[in-house]
């Protein structure tokens, strides 16, 4: 399958933002093919493992779901893409709903496959990537793991009866709490990062939402630690072995920690998370704001003011943090419809959501498609990778906003 990748992108090497981005990708490239074709390194955290990266490299990307990145051709379609735009970046799913979605090698991890297929060939589609300047991002659903809990109940969230708890969509938890789950998804990191992904991104680091309609949560071996707590140990032990093999530790959060004062009812808060990890994701997709959010009647119809309100004050508390890194918070951007909301995005929506983020003085996205179509939303994308950040404003007070009552995507 190495071949039959190569094969079919090698037309695309010539593109002259691949060629400038390769090289910039160059020798982290090589250290990170040198550590997966070698022995296992060791892998202890150093003190500097532990300490959060400062990065001002600009990553502009797109999200590729599990089926779009089994595909050889439309994996040269998404990187043929990132060849003639500003994209430099694509988030694979390895680990999702649905299990992993490459054969692994530690056989801890491979007894949680799950039977939805997988990469063909990982490495080679890694290589590719960076072949083209594109840096690959492992997405790493954590929590929301239906496989594992299945596999594993005895790790999972349960009722008050001792029964397996499960969502609205009848699915079961893995427990954040619980150490076992940690290591499991661990490792999953540190094999990605062996094989040269420079991030590893996890996703749905947060509990389930503890709807009012469900069973009571109970978490066997929490302790007395509260789920802020769970999720911030649960980083502290992961981000060091991660950056111990030269990848970034990163998550996803909801878009409603920027302005939320205190810690969601799924575990998030921003001061608690924020310095344990190389960068925030948050997801502030205008449609998922509840009318009203921030004095805007339709917060989906102003896409530009509810992503600047929103990573304007993630950056004002990155700032009381001590945290000043222009590479800190990458927002994902709404790169879809849903039904019976208007306006249906397209490229002005996306244009008016980058320019809310170089306004809120940073240079860094990533595009959500969950089908990962992206052709319609091109014209809204620039041909090349170049700064458009702004100078911060001063701070200034913004009203915080009640959870909307579901999400479409959550992490």
């Known amino acids: 399958m190495r071949s039959i990748l190569f094969a079919s992108l090698a037309a695309l090497a010539c593109e002259p933002n691949a060629s400038a981005r390769a090289s910039q990708l160059a020798t982290a490239g090589t250290a990170s093919s040198q550590t997966a074709a070698g022995a296992r390194p060791d892998t202890t955290p150093r003190a500097s493992d532990t300490l959060r990266r400062a990065d001002t490299a600009i990553v502009r990307g797109l999200y590729v779901l599990r089926w779009a990145a089994q595909s050889p051709a439309r994996m040269q379609k998404l990187i043929a893409m990132a060849d003639s735009t500003e994209v430099n970046a694509l988030v694979i799913d ?10 692994s090698a530690d056989t801890m991890v491979a007894r949680n496959a799950g039977t939805a297929g997988t990469i063909p060939n990982l490495k080679a589609m890694v290589d590719t990537m960076k072949a083209h300047g594109v ?3 492992a997405r790493l659903v954590v929590f929301k793991d239906s496989v594992a809990a299945r596999l594993n109940p005895q790790h999972t969230i349960r009722k008050a009866d001792g029964s397996v708890w499960r969502d609205k969509e009848g699915l079961a938890w893995v427990s954040a709490y619980d150490p076992k789950i940690w290591e499991y998804n661990i490792r999953v990191a540190e094999e990605m990062a062996r094989i040269g992904f420079a991030e590893i991104q996890f996703d749905y680091i947060r509990f389930p939402e503890p709807y009012p309609s ?9 302790n007395g630690r ?3 707590q769970a999720l911030a140990e649960f980083l502290r032990t992961a981000c060091p072995r991660v950056r111990a093999l030269g990848a970034k530790c990163t998550i996803d959060v909801f878009g409603l920690t920027t302005t939320v004062p205190g810690a969601l009812e799924i575990g998030q808060h921003w001061e608690t998370l924020s310095p344990v990890v190389d960068v925030m994701l948050p997801m502030t997709y205008p449609s998922h704001y509840p009318r009203g959010a921030f004095g805007i009647p339709r917060p989906n119809a102003d896409p530009y003011r509810i992503n600047h309100i929103a990573i304007k004050r993630a950056r004002e508390r990155d700032e009381k943090l001590g945290i000043d890194d222009p590479g800190h918070v990458r927002a994902w951007l709404q790169a879809f419809s849903l039904p019976r909301m208007l306006p249906k995005y397209g490229p002005r929506e996306i244009e008016e959501q980058k320019r809310a983020i170089y306004d809120a003085g940073y240079d860094s996205w990533i595009l ?9 939303f091109l014209p809204g994308l620039e041909k090349t990778t ?4 702004k100078r911060p404003e001063p701070p200034a007070s913004t009203p915080a906003v009640a959870a909307p009552a579901g999400e479409v995507r959550g992490s």
Do not use: M
């Open 226 to 228: 509260s789920k802020q």
């Open 214 to 222: 469900l069973p009571k949560q109970v978490f066997p071996t929490a």
């Open 386 to 389: 170049i700064s458009r950040r």
């Open 135 to 137: 840096i690959p991002i």
């Open 94 to 103: 390895i680990k999702d709903e649905f299990g992993l979605n490459y054969k």
């Open 368 to 376: 959500w498609n969950p089908g990962a179509r992206y052709e319609s």
